[in-house]
């Protein structure tokens, strides 16, 4: 069986590596971490270094809130 490997991309805005840490661990313990992902990739075994697909993990939305966007008409902002 093939092993895929799922790469989460954030961006932190820190001085030093150890300063993004840091952030990064409050941002997971606050359950706030969705401010900083920018990407998804997946990698399988057959990919070379530097190469994966981009995917989006975002689950999707709800029958109200497909319903409540039709209905008036709002487009959902992106994070």
């Known amino acids: 069986m093939p092993v895929y490997k799922i790469i989460r991309i954030y961006q932190v805005p820190a001085k ?13 313990a ?9 990407m998804d990739y997946v990698k399988s075994p057959d990919d070379g270094l530097g190469k994966g697909t981009k995917v989006n993990l975002e689950a999707p939305k709800g029958w109200v809130s497909g319903f409540l966007e039709q209905l008036f008409g709002t487009a959902s902002k992106k994070r």
């Open 30 to 38: 606050l359950r706030v971490e969705r401010d900083y992902h920018v």
């Open 16 to 28: 030093d590596q150890i300063e993004a840490g840091n952030r990064m661990m409050q941002a997971i």
